[in-house]
Nanobody, 122 residues
Framework: QVQLVESGGRLVQSGDSLRLSCAAS????????MGWFRQAPGAAREFVAA????????YYADSFKGRFTISRDNAKNTLYLQMNSLQPEGTDVYHC???????????????WGQGTQDTVSS
């Protein structure tokens, strides 16, 4: 059974930085591409960033390029999302997911975490 547990979300100010973590209890974590997605209340879940199984390739949605960095530590079975220059967009829930194919498609995601919530105030 795969479990993904996100953490790190909190209330921050516009312009602040935040690092999210996703701890995976899965033996195949190291062979899985991983992604971060976010969802605002009442909105569809949207792609943020993805990383290949070895960490050598990353991919970002245009909205987050240059501000967000996805990384992973396979020795610790943990995925990260460093978010800088956060914009006052209100509340979002960030989810991590394993992917059977590296990329931005929700349909390629296999297992989801419950999410961690952050709120960026102006």
């Amino acid at each position: 059974q795969v479990q993904l547990v996100e953490s790190g979300g909190r209330l921050v100010q516009s312009g602040d930085s935040l690092r999210l973590s996703c701890a995976a209890s899965i033996r195949t974590f190291r062979s899985s591409a991983m992604g971060w997605f976010r969802q605002a209340p009442g909105a569809a879940r949207e792609f943020v960033a993805a990383i290949s199984s070895g960490g050598g390739s990353t991919y970002y949605a245009d909205s987050f390029k240059g501000r967000f960095t996805i990384s992973r530590d396979n020795a610790k079975n943990t995925l990260y999302l460093q978010m800088n220059s956060l914009q006052p967009e209100g509340t979002d829930v960030y989810h991590c997911a394993t992917q059977y194919r590296f990329g931005s498609e929700l349909a390629d995601c296999v297992t989801w975490g419950q999410g961690t919530q952050d709120t960026v105030s102006s």
